[in-house]
């Protein structure tokens, strides 16, 4: 799968009917541990005194991301995504396993 880092804003129409926030939020959380547990949520962060979410997500392409895995989540109809496809760096140290001598 390809990862992506996904700006997730969401936006509760007005007028929408406080339960229906309540049930949906709820239904969110069940499904992003669905997702975690297929390998398509790597991590979620919320930035400090803001209300969107920043994830890195996994898929077969920026497609399936969002129909088949974005476009799951109970919230989707609220929100936006601002969605960046990720390759691997060279220097990223998560994908070497054996430490490196430092080179001046």
């Avoid at 109809?77 to 760096?89: D, G, I, K, N, Y």
């Amino acid at each position: 799968m390809k990862e992506f880092l996904v700006v997730l804003t969401t936006t509760v129409p007005e007028g929408t009917d406080p339960e229906e926030v309540t049930r949906r939020r709820a239904a969110e959380a069940v499904r992003a541990r669905e997702l975690a547990a297929t390998g398509h949520l790597g991590r979620l962060w919320r930035p400090v005194g803001e209300l969107r979410s920043i994830g890195l997500w996994r898929a077969d392409d920026e497609a399936d991301l969002r129909e088949n895995v974005l476009g799951t989540l109970p919230l989707w109809p609220w929100m936006t995504a601002e969605v960046t496809a990720l390759q691997p760096h060279p220097n990223d140290p998560g994908t070497s396993s054996r430490p490196t001598a430092f080179r001046p």
